[in-house]
Structures are given as structure tokens and as C-alpha cells.
């Protein structure tokens, strides 16, 4: 695996955000029962932010996880699904809304800062305009003018 070290790694700051969700992965570890879907959100202005999820840990189903995701999807898909089975690709390529929250922890003897979203809200303005960013520009109309018109 290459990695640029060069590349600074910024923190989002706290406060709500308008995300795309722009890639979903799964990880599974059969040897040890764990499954974690790794899921990708892009701002506006390029930032990426990446939240794991552990659905699985020893081979438990992590309820509060399920929850989560639940939240995830329902405001991604503009739905209010509880007891369904769903396909978490489907959200690939929608927008939500999250909120950036930071938690300090320590390891090591040393104090870290962790970022997490959480708060999901659906990003759809209304019926006809389905998972679009709220403050999308809008292309400009062309209009056809003839060389007489210019040049007489």
C-alpha cells in the first residue's frame, strides 16, 4: 500500500456539514467474526472524512452500531425504515447532513483528539430535487444568437 506522507491530514472543526457519501467498503475478518463497513464522506470543498462502523465484533452483532447505520440510511434515502434488510451501496453518491463532533482520549500517557459525525439529517430540499447539495450552483442557460444579430 503507497501513502503520502506528505499529505497533511486536517481535522474537520466542529459544527454541521453538508457530505456526500462518496465511497462505502467492507471489511470483513472471518477468522474473528468481525465485519466493519468503513464509509466515506466528502464536503463541498473536497475534505473527506472516513467513519467506521463495527457491525460485528466476535462474531456479536453490535446493536447500537445497527442503530447508527439505521439513522445513516434513512437520512441518506430519505426513507424511515426500522425493521427491513438493506443494501448500504444504495446510499453511495447521496447527501446528507452530519454534524463534526470532537472527543479527547488518552493512550499512551498521551492526550488524543478523535473526530466522529453523528446527528444525520436528510439533505433533501424537497421531492423533485432527490439527494442534490443544497447549494449546488445552477449552470447558466445558453442562448443562441445568430452572426446577423451580432454583426448586422
Not at 39 to 52: A, D, K, L, V
Not at 61 to 87: K, S, W
Not at 97 to 108: C, D, F, L, P
Request: no cysteine; aromatic share 12%.
Amino acid at each position: 500500500m503507497r501513502f503520502n506522507l506528505s499529505a497533511e491530514n486536517v481535522m474537520l472543526p466542529e459544527g454541521e456539514y453538508l457530505f456526500k457519501i462518496s465511497n462505502i467498503e467492507t471489511k470483513i475478518e472471518e477468522d474473528f467474526g468481525n465485519i466493519t463497513l468503513i464509509i466515506t464522506f466528502t464536503t463541498n470543498e473536497g475534505q473527506n472524512h472516513r467513519e467506521y462502523y463495527y457491525l460485528m465484533k466476535g462474531n456479536v452483532v453490535n446493536e447500537i452500531t445497527q442503530r447508527v447505520l439505521t439513522r445513516l440510511y434513512n437520512a441518506a434515502m430519505g426513507t424511515n425504515y426500522f425493521e427491513v434488510e438493506v443494501d448500504f451501496d444504495d446510499m453511495l453518491n447521496k447527501y446528507v447532513y452530519a454534524t463534526v463532533a470532537h472527543r479527547e482520549y488518552e493512550k499512551n500517557g498521551e492526550t488524543r483528539t478523535a473526530s466522529n459525525l453523528k446527528d444525520y439529517k436528510s439533505a433533501l430540499s424537497s421531492a423533485s430535487q432527490v439527494n442534490q447539495p443544497i447549494a449546488q450552483p445552477q449552470p447558466q442557460q445558453s442562448q443562441s444568437v445568430s452572426l446577423k444579430d451580432l454583426f448586422g
